[in-house]
């Protein structure tokens, strides 16, 4: 299999639509659907249903699409990091989430600086789960992740911190005034659902909560009284007024950890994960 042809499958597969997926492409439709066609008879399986209503995946064309998405991305991922091995920088990008612990972070990043011949990191700030795709398309060279949030398969992980998790509620709310809760009391308030995360595929658990998409919407929804969120014990750095953190006794322990490719042979890599294993 080209590495074009599987470019113009995973669009097509995610657009279920032959014009809008040539159109994202740049090219005109009877090419593409001529080498879907192709790349169906040398597989010998059908990966896409085509009917008047439209165009869906069969479940061999789901598998092709998960595994093209990882070819693509270990493609691209190699570009950028033979690029990046070239560049006289030495340096490093760091991925992490925005709203993460950033007193952890400047520890990290202050420790390493203080090294000899320490590289210049760069800190991408990225949404909910973006990390791990970031890895492995070459993006970042290292990421800060949380288990059991994120997605931690494939990668060498280092600990930095475990911590308890809390809750997030309107100041004013009742539960507030608490010195300590538990999910059942979170679920017990029909008013004030739990605001729901996006999982790794970016889909969302059913539920009465809303739907975040980032931090800045889960702070106004909280002090509007809309919603109440769990998070690491950390993220009192970031609350406003109108909020209130009270800690929950049976949520799990969250651990940050930094994360890399096992396949990284860069030395500024290895460098950052030993100022990572003192810092522990």
Not at 57 to 71: F, K, M, P, S, Y
Not at 156 to 162: R, S
Request: glycine fraction near 8%.
């Amino acid at each position: 299999m080209e590495t074009r042809e599987l470019r113009y499958f995973v669009t097509v597969a995610e657009e279920l639509h032959f014009s809008r997926a040539a159109e994202r492409l740049g090219i005109a439709q009877p090419p593409l659907s001529r080498a879907i066609q192709q790349l169906e008879r040398r597989l010998g399986v059908a990966l896409l249903e085509r009917d008047r209503r439209g165009v869906t995946l069969t479940g061999a064309g789901q598998v092709l699409l998960d595994e093209a998405r990882t070819i693509l991305d270990a493609t691209e991922a190699a570009a950028r990091r033979t690029r990046r091995a070239a560049s006289v920088t030495n340096g490093l990008t760091l991925a992490t989430k925005a709203g993460a612990n950033h007193e952890l972070l400047r520890k990290l990043l202050d420790a390493h600086a203080a090294g000899p011949g320490a590289a210049e990191i760069e800190v991408l700030l990225c949404g909910m789960g973006e990390q791990a795709r970031m890895l492995r398309d070459g993006r970042a060279d290292v990421a800060l992740m949380q288990r059991p949030f994120d997605a931690l398969t494939g990668f060498d992980t280092e600990d930095l911190l475990t911590e308890q998790q809390v809750a997030i509620l309107p100041a004013g709310h009742p539960l507030a005034g608490r010195t300590a809760l538990t999910m059942a009391d979170l679920s017990g308030e029909p008013d004030l659902p739990v605001a729901r995360w996006p999982r790794h595929d970016g889909s969302y658990e059913p539920g009465r909560g809303p739907e975040i998409h980032d931090l800045s919407q889960l702070a106004q929804l909280i002090a509007l009284g809309h919603t109440t969120a769990v998070l690491c014990a950390s993220s009192r750095s970031w609350l406003w007024n109108a909020h209130a953190a009270v800690p929950l006794t049976d949520a799990p322990h969250v651990t940050t950890v930094l994360a890399w490719s096992p396949h990284s042979r860069s030395r500024a890599v290895a460098a950052l994960v030993r100022t990572a294993t003192q810092l522990r």
